[in-house]
């Protein structure tokens, strides 16, 4: 399977700093032929960037993507973006915290740090044992408690990622723009057991500076067939800032300014499963070995015609779920007797929803279009270069960006309606 292949080439790639190992590969040519090659490399310790991208996106406006708190000191990578975007004039501030995955406790307490002062009580962890609680407050000097900030979340958001974003929000501090975070709000301790393995053990839940706790589903509180669920809003507890805004747990960090998600088309699903998206932008990348600025790149109609092509040569197809749905129904009605009455209402569903390639890349173009740029950028110019192609249409972004343009909405948002 792809995943087994995957992890073949993994450990096999593995090994210790300095050593060094052969790589046989066949790389594609543009007329799908493949040239085999031999590489000798010298592995290397590899440290993963944690602020792929910083740089200005308005006229005094810095934005800092973050994509992970893992890595031992990244704090200070995201200390020295934010200083030198402070340089450059920025006098408000994006944190994009979408897609991390979380990490280190203590980098994401020194992040909050930078904006909160010394001394501030960020997260507790409380355990069914008095060994498993800790208090984890600021301990340096802020870089700046002033400056406006947003922070964009998403559904990826999660673990140490949403203890900023939500300690934030409880500090009343930044406004948070997006959708709901992960909701993962448990403490695990690994235990080593024999032969060089080890297990995580949930010792605690930690808690962010309001009280509210953020995990989402309760391992505790079983449905009958063992499945566990998300805790239901109507079982959620109001908790309040430090301003005394109403803040809930139970889920996640709820944003203070939420932007309608962008739905993911199914066909989406089959093109990036069945790497047809992948092999687009090698052929692509082959036949233009420089593609200029980001800004300035596009993918053309030409381009996207010639992707059409692409698919109809490979004879890509796709299973809908309404042609499973539909042939499960139709089933149903068979067994059930219902099937001759129906018989015309199926077949006029049916002709429907037949399925239709070139309506179904001709309705969603925009988002596979965009997918395409995206992954031939990522060619030349790596990680940075996705998310500078992200940016371009960003309706998260552009809400952070009209939020923090707007003074007297940003400040009424941190604070108490009147009537409270």
Request: net charge neutral; with cysteine; aromatic share 8%.
């Amino acid at each position: 399977t792809p995943n087994e292949l995957t992890s073949y080439v993994s450990d096999n790639l593995r090994g210790d700093p300095g050593t060094t190992c052969v790589l046989k590969l066949e790389r594609p040519t543009a007329d799908s032929t493949y040239i085999p090659m031999e590489l000798k490399i010298t592995r290397g310790t590899i440290r993963t960037n944690p602020v792929p991208y910083y740089g200005m996106v308005d006229k005094n406006i810095g934005y800092i993507a973050i994509s992970t708190f893992a890595i031992e000191g990244c704090s200070k990578d995201i200390k020295k973006a934010l200083i030198e975007l402070k340089q450059q004039g920025a006098t408000s501030i994006v944190l994009d915290l979408r897609g991390n995955g979380g990490g280190l406790l203590s980098e994401a307490v020194n992040v909050v740090n930078f904006f909160v002062p010394k001394g501030k009580e960020i997260v507790v962890t409380k355990g069914k044992i008095k060994q498993a609680g800790s208090t984890y407050k600021t301990s340096n000097e802020p870089i700046d408690m002033e400056i406006p900030l947003t922070v964009l979340v998403d559904g990826a958001t999660a673990s140490a990622a949403e203890i900023v974003s939500g300690s934030l929000q409880d500090l009343d501090r930044a406004v948070i723009v997006g959708n709901r975070t992960y909701g993962k709000g448990l403490v695990q301790v690994p235990r080593e057991l024999p032969y060089n393995s080890s297990m995580k053990v949930t010792t605690a839940k930690y808690y962010i500076p309001s009280g509210r706790c953020i995990q989402a589903i309760d391992y505790a509180k079983r449905n009958a067939d063992g499945s566990v669920a998300r805790i239901p809003d109507s079982l959620t507890t109001v908790f309040h800032t430090a301003a005394g805004r109403e803040v809930r747990d139970g889920g996640g960090i709820r944003p203070d300014v939420e932007v309608k998600a962008e739905r993911f088309p199914n066909i989406m699903f089959y093109l990036l499963n069945d790497d047809m998206i992948f092999d687009y932008a090698t052929q692509y990348c082959i036949k233009h070995p420089n593609i200029g600025e980001v800004k300035d790149f596009s993918v053309t109609d030409a381009d996207y015609d010639d992707f059409k092509q692409m698919l109809k040569k490979r004879n890509f197809t796709y299973d809908r779920q309404s042609e499973k749905s539909l042939k499960n129904l139709k089933e149903i009605a068979e067994f059930e007797g219902y099937m001759e009455g129906a018989s015309e209402e199926f077949a006029a569903l049916e002709k429907k929803l037949t399925h239709n390639l070139d309506h179904e890349l001709n309705r969603f173009s925009k988002q596979i279009r965009k997918a395409i740029a995206e992954e031939i950028v990522k060619r030349h110019y790596f990680q940075r270069g996705v998310i500078l192609e992200r940016m371009k249409d960003d309706a998260n972004l552009t809400k952070a960006i009209e939020t923090l343009k707007d003074k007297e909405g940003y400040t009424k948002i941190l604070s108490v309606p009147a009537d409270k």
